[in-house]
C-alpha cells in the first residue's frame, strides 16, 4: 500500500472519531447539576437543571439541591425523576430564603436530556399530584453558567437576544439592574408577584424580546452558546459571579392528574447568528399568557 493511500485510509477511519468531538459531553452529579464540556470549542458550563418550578403564588423546587438518581435511556439521553418529600421540603424552607413564599410538595418532575452534535435537547415534564388544580406553572429551565473565562462576560456586550429590530446586546439594553436583567415577552409579568418579590436582584428591562433564546458569544477564538425554550415567558442574564443565562418556560394551568411537558435546548456554534437562525428553525415560540394579577382588596382577580 502506498504512503498516499495509507494517510487516505486515517483520514477515513479518524473521521467517527472528527465528528464525535463537537458532541457536548455531560457529566451529571449526585443532584440536579449537570457539567457540560464541548471538544471543539474547548469549554465548558454547568447547569442546574432546572433552578425552579412553582405556580402563582408557591414554589414547588427551589435552588437547593434534590437527590436526582440520573440513568441512561436507551436513546442516549439521560434521565432522572423527583417529587419533594416531607424532609426536603423542610431542609429546602430553613436554608433558602422565599421571602414570604410558601414551598410544598405536590408536582412530580421528570428531567432529560439528550447531547448531539453542537446542540443538548432538554425535556422537562411536570405532573401535578395533588387534588386541586394548579394555576400558572412556570419553570426556570436551567441556571446555565459559563465556566470558561472567554465565555464569561462580565459587561453583557457578548450575550444576546432578538428583539423586533435583530440581535441586540444585552449592554445596549436599557437594564434596572447593571449586571443582570430579566426580560419578559408580555411587560404585565413584572406585575406578578413572584417577578416583583425578586425585582430587587433581577431588575427589569423595557427591551422586549421576540425569540425564546438567549445567547453568547466568546471573547477570542469563535465560538457561541445559547439556551432557549419553548413557550418561555422571561429571559435571564446575569454578570455576577454565577455567569448564567436562563430561559423560563411556563407550563399553564394543571389539574389534578394532568402532566405536560415543555422542551428546550442548548445550542453550541460558531456564531450567535447561528444560532439564532437554528433556533427558529425549531419553532419554539413564546408564551404569551399574561400571568394573574392580585387584586386590589374588595375585587376579584382579573385576567388580561
Known amino acids: 500500500m502506498t504512503a498516499s493511500r495509507r494517510r487516505l485510509l486515517a483520514a477515513v477511519c479518524l473521521a467517527p472519531a472528527l465528528l464525535a468531538a463537537d458532541v457536548p459531553v455531560l457529566q451529571t452529579q449526585s443532584d440536579q447539576w449537570v457539567a457540560i464540556s464541548h471538544p471543539g470549542l474547548a469549554a465548558s458550563w454547568r447547569i442546574q437543571f432546572p433552578e425552579a418550578v412553582g405556580t402563582s403564588d408557591v414554589f414547588h423546587l427551589v435552588w437547593h439541591p434534590i437527590p436526582a438518581h440520573w440513568r441512561s435511556e436507551p436513546d442516549g439521553a439521560i434521565a432522572y425523576d423527583w417529587q419533594a418529600s416531607g424532609e426536603w421540603v423542610r431542609e429546602a424552607s430553613e436554608k433558602v430564603n422565599l421571602r414570604g413564599f410558601a414551598l410544598k410538595p405536590g408536582i412530580a418532575l421528570r428531567a432529560r436530556m439528550r447531547a448531539s452534535s453542537d446542540r443538548i435537547d432538554l425535556s422537562l415534564r411536570l405532573e401535578n399530584l395533588g387534588a386541586a388544580p394548579l394555576r400558572q406553572v412556570w419553570s426556570d429551565g436551567g441556571d446555565l453558567q459559563h465556566q470558561s473565562e472567554r465565555f464569561i462576560d462580565r459587561d453583557a456586550s457578548r450575550t444576546f437576544i432578538r428583539t423586533a429590530d435583530g440581535l441586540v ?9 447593571r449586571i443582570r436583567a430579566l426580560y419578559v415577552f408580555d411587560p404585565l409579568w413584572y406585575q406578578a408577584r413572584r417577578v416583583r418579590t425578586w425585582e430587587y436582584f433581577w431588575g427589569r428591562s423595557d427591551t422586549r424580546p421576540v425569540a425564546a433564546m438567549v445567547a453568547a458569544e466568546a471573547a477570542g477564538g469563535g465560538g457561541a452558546v ?9 429571559l435571564m442574564q446575569n454578570s455576577d459571579s454565577h455567569h448564567c443565562m436562563h430561559s423560563a418556560p411556563f407550563f399553564g394551568d394543571l389539574a389534578p392528574g394532568e402532566a405536560r411537558v415543555r422542551r428546550g435546548v442548548i445550542l453550541f456554534g460558531s456564531s450567535v ?15 404569551l399568557t399574561p400571568p394573574e394579577l392580585a387584586a386590589p382588596p374588595g375585587r376579584p382577580a382579573e385576567r388580561k
Open 169 to 177: 446586546r444585552l449592554s445596549e439594553t436599557d437594564r434596572t439592574q
Open 226 to 234: 445559547g439556551i432557549g425554550y419553548e413557550h418561555a415567558i422571561g
Open 273 to 287: 447568528a447561528e444560532l439564532f437562525r437554528r433556533f427558529a428553525k425549531l419553532g419554539y415560540r413564546p408564551d
